[in-house]
């Protein structure tokens, strides 16, 4: 029962995938989309769907502070309803506030990582966490 997790954003997504057992999350690698162009990198997506049969897709979903529903939030909906209509995979979503300062503290404590280094990886590593989340909370 493999789940895909993914940290979207408005230039790139983070795709994370479970082990098959439905335990651990590592992250696979990050998409390159251009949201104000309406290119969502679906033909990706769709590749490591197939390959990996992924039974759901989790979504992070950047609520506000406040626990309101922004703009961003809005836009991680929107994809995710897009990956249901493209890809016919039921989406589940998860509240992912802080998970990128998350990883940028876990990235920043390893020492060696260097700003320019942290900016190719951290929103594999958010999806990361956003899917253990997810995983730990079921």
């Given at each position: 029962m493999r789940i895909m997790g993914l940290d979207v954003g408005?230039?790139?997504?983070?795709?994370?995938?479970?082990?098959?057992?439905?335990?651990?999350?590592q992250g696979l690698e990050i998409i390159r989309i251009d949201e104000e162009a309406g290119e969502f990198g679906m033909v990706r997506l769709k590749e490591l769907a197939?390959?990996?049969?992924?039974?759901t897709i989790v979504v992070g979903l950047p609520k506000n502070m406040n626990n309101s529903i922004g703009f961003r939030a809005?836009?991680?909906q929107a994809y995710g309803d897009l990956v249901v209509e493209t890809l016919g995979i039921p989406v589940a979503y998860i509240d992912?506030?802080?998970?990128?300062?998350?990883?940028e503290k876990m990235l920043i404590s390893e020492?060696?990582?260097?700003?320019?280094?942290?900016?190719?990886?951290?929103?594999?590593?958010?999806?990361?966490?956003?899917?253990?989340?997810?995983?730990?909370?079921?």
């Open positions: 408005s230039k790139t997504v983070g795709v994370a995938i479970s082990d098959p057992m439905g335990w651990t999350a197939d390959q990996y049969e992924p039974e809005k836009a991680s992912e506030r802080l998970t990128t300062v998350q990883a020492g060696n990582v260097s700003r320019k280094k942290r900016k190719k990886v951290i929103d594999k590593l958010a999806a990361v966490i956003l899917l253990q989340n997810y995983l730990d909370s079921q």
